[in-house]
Nanobody, 114 residues
Framework: VQLQASGGGLVQPGGSLRLSCAAS????????ASWYRQAPGKQRELVGR???????DYADSVKGRFTISRDNAKNTVFLQMNSLQPEDAAVYYC?????????WGQGTLVTVSS
């Protein structure tokens, strides 16, 4: 399984971005898909995740601003990020897990600056 993340870029504070992560392979619909982020000098942290059934949970720092969704027909998971703040700047990684499968995307950089 390979994951390809995209959608990062430069955005002003208060702006929005939508990240995408496309997965190869036929078992995507069975996976739990997650987004993580890692800022310079900090540990990687979980942003949020979506189960195979569509249930979601989020880090407290992004609740109400970020939304994870998935399109199983396109083997893709999305992260809609609204009201972005400088502290949201990081490299964002997608991840999928199912049984012994634990696959990571290559990361996409989000910069929040005026």
């Amino acid at each position: 399984v390979q994951l390809q993340a995209s959608g990062g870029g430069l955005v002003q504070p208060g702006g929005s971005l939508r990240l995408s992560c496309a997965a190869s392979g036929a078992i995507f619909s069975a996976t739990t898909a997650s987004w993580y982020r890692q800022a310079p000098g900090k540990q990687r942290e979980l942003v949020g995740r979506i189960s195979s059934g569509g249930s979601t949970d989020y880090a407290d720092s992004v609740k109400g601003r970020f939304t994870i969704s998935r399109d199983n027909a396109k083997n893709t998971v999305f992260l809609q990020m609204n009201s972005l703040q400088p502290e949201d700047a990081a490299v964002y990684y997608c991840n999928i897990k199912f049984l012994r499968l634990d696959a990571w995307g290559q990361g996409t950089l989000v910069t929040v600056s005026s």
